[in-house]
């Protein structure tokens, strides 16, 4: 079977670039960095993906350079393209700046990647380090305005490099290049969804063997395709659901999804009101990763709880998540992977378990995208499988906590730098640090910095470019939100201390009501692949309450989005409204893609 390797240099996306061979019809496998050349000699063509470190550094992951004798194909990504140069015989060297974005690359000849891509392409980028000396034999075939080798050849040996992701959503054109690279490997497509499934299947009864599994569901696609998987190839009474109630859901979202996986037909469904188990435990907390560790042990609590209650001997039942891949790869689940935040399904305990073979997770080598396909071919609802995500933590994640106000000790200096850049690019826009931290993700690493608003008015292109060069160019910064009022501010205050209490959950759950009956209303649900709403302890111009922030973005696979573009008079509609509630002191929009930002706040 044709088979393309992908080397993992544990940036975010080695296993994207495997979701996108897969999407090409073609198999693929992904192996550690260090793997022998003779291992990979059978491949059509090997892939160095992407990763965290620089090629110059001491201890930096490199790959066995004898994969470049073997004659097969070779293409490097970011990273991968950098480590191409490096051991091929060129130079690397940091440029200085970091460049996080949307790029527009000139291309100076149509060959292997670049074949059928014409003059010019978008792209996007993120790096520090640039190449600034090719090896023997390669040639520049695309450059950017600032990265001079941004995508090189070697037509003869057929090795290729580019700087850019081509593997993320960002680049539009990004999979006809990777189907340019498998095309230059010959690979055939080989690979097919049914087959996949039967042998998901099979691997589900390997593992689970004589047990049954207690499911825990949200109500959201993972866990129900997952859910719907299992119960489909061990038996509807091999397979036990529990909804656990965190009193962190969405505005009466326990009886929504106890009704639509009744109306999905779900049998075996449990759920449990835990609501006062999950505010006891996060009482007094602020930390986002502290949150997190505190949600996944407590749904471990209560599931143990409901097991005993069941009289059900823990032995006899494994647990089952609707983990997915990004949740693993977040989590720093490999080798050489940062850890940007901890999934509530990745917590210590949980990976204890999964070393003993307790915990079953059919998806989890998934897409969000390739889950939804999956639920659709074996008969799930269109309606379950099209809702907006939402994270097992719930608002315990969208409901930012601290006990102080939170700003760098040089926040004046830069905030009055930030005001002197957008001046002189006559942006017509002025800008404030707010007093709070927020989890981003940065060069395949954790940030966790202060969002700046900007207020006045400007339209969409000119917003995203400033977001952009914000991001890029302050480094005390990873988010970039505008303010939907047209009033000046004057002033912002932290509100606090602030922690995870009922009330402030109630006034998020509102606030979230009213935005996706608007959605909907509006004809906007479909528009936005998620839309977080998330309240943040800070208030503004004096007025009494704490700010809601939107969070509506585009995406196909979460492992990268773009805030979405409202159309302004319904954003001023939505914002009238969502400030007519009690406790909301004024709105602000996020307009930071991932990277920098991350989807949620947290
Ligand atoms: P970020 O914020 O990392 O989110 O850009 C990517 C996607 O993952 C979801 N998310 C989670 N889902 N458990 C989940 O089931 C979690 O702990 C969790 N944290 C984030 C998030 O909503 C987005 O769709």
């Not at 490199?62 to 191409?84: A, M, R, S």
């Not at 009466?252 to 779900?266: L, P």
């Amino acid at each position: 079977m044709d088979k393309i390797a992908i080397l993992d240099f544990g940036g975010q996306y080695a296993h994207l670039i495997a979701n996108r061979i897969r999407r090409l019809g073609v198999y693929s496998e992904i192996y550690d960095s260090t793997t022998p050349a003779s291992a990979l000699r059978f491949c059509k063509g090997i892939i160095l993906s992407g990763g965290p470190n620089s090629v110059y550094e001491k201890g930096a992951p490199t790959c066995d350079p004898d994969i470049f004798k073997l004659n097969i194909p070779v293409l490097g990504i970011c990273y991968g393209h950098q480590l191409l140069v490096h051991l091929l015989g060129g130079k690397v060297k940091s440029s200085g700046t970091k460049e996080y974005g949307h790029a527009q690359i000139s291309i100076s000849r149509n060959v292997g990647v670049l074949k059928f891509m014409g003059d010019e392409q978008t792209v996007w980028m993120s790096h520090g380090d640039e190449v600034t000396l090719l090896p023997p034999g390669m040639e520049i075939i695309g450059k950017t305005e600032d990265c001079s080798s941004a995508a090189i050849a070697d037509e003869h040996r057929r090795f290729f490099g580019v700087q850019f992701h081509i593997e993320v959503t960002h680049t539009p054109n990004g999979t006809k290049m990777l189907e340019n690279f498998i095309e230059v490997c010959g690979a055939e497509k080989e690979w097919n969804l049914k087959e996949y499934i039967e042998q998901l299947k099979m691997n589900i009864q390997k593992e689970v063997r004589n047990r049954k599994v207690f499911m825990l569901v949200s109500g959201g696609v993972d866990s129900s395709v997952a859910f719907a998987l299992l119960q489909k190839t061990l038996g509807v009474n091999n397979v036990y659901g529990l909804f656990v109630d965190t009193g962190l859901m969405r505005e009466n979202e326990a009886k929504e999804v106890r009704d639509s996986m009744e109306k999905a037909g779900f049998k075996n469904l449990h759920i449990e009101d835990a609501s006062k188990d999950f505010f006891a435990a996060l009482k007094g907390v602020v930390l986002p990763e502290k949150k997190r560790i505190i949600i996944g042990d407590t749904f471990l609590e209560v599931q143990k709880r409901v097991l005993k209650k069941m009289k059900l001997n823990p032995k006899d039942w494994m647990l089952g998540q609707g983990t997915i891949y990004p949740d693993t790869i977040e989590s720093g689940g490999t080798k050489h992977a940062a850890k940007i935040k901890t999934h509530h399904n990745r917590v210590p305990q949980i990976e204890e378990m999964i070393k003993k073979g307790l915990i079953i997770e059919p998806l989890k080598e998934f897409y969000k995208d390739e889950v939804r396909i999956v639920g659709e071919k074996i008969g799930l609802e269109k309606s379950l499988i099209w809702r907006h995500p939402f994270p097992g933590p719930g608002l315990g994640v969208r409901v930012l906590c601290a006990k102080k106000a939170e700003l760098p000790s040089t926040w004046k200096v830069t905030e009055k730098k930030i005001n002197e850049h957008l001046k002189a690019k006559k942006d017509g826009l002025k800008a404030h640090l707010l007093p709070v931290q927020s989890v981003g993700v940065q060069g395949d690493s954790r940030s966790y910095k202060n969002p700046v608003v900007v207020c006045g008015e400007a339209p969409w292109d000119r917003l995203n470019a400033v977001s952009t060069r914000i991001t890029n160019q302050f480094s005390a910064v990873n988010r970039v939100v505008f303010s939907v009022s047209p009033d000046e501010i004057s002033k912002i205050e932290f509100v606090g201390p602030s922690f995870m209490t009922p009330e402030r959950v109630k006034l998020l759950q509102r606030a979230d009501a009213i935005v996706k009956e608007f959605c909907v209303k509006k004809g906007l649900y479909n528009d936005v692949w998620q839309f977080p709403v998330i309240l943040i302890p800070v208030r503004i111009n004096s007025r009494a309450g704490e700010t809601v922030v939107l969070r509506p973005v585009c995406s196909e696979e979460a492992m990268t989005a773009n805030f979405y573009e409202m159309d302004f008079a319904l954003l001023r509609k939505l914002g009238d409204l969502l400030m007519a509630v009690k406790g909301v002191s004024a709105v602000l929009y996020d307009i930071t893609h991932k990277p920098p930002g991350t989807i949620e706040w947290e």
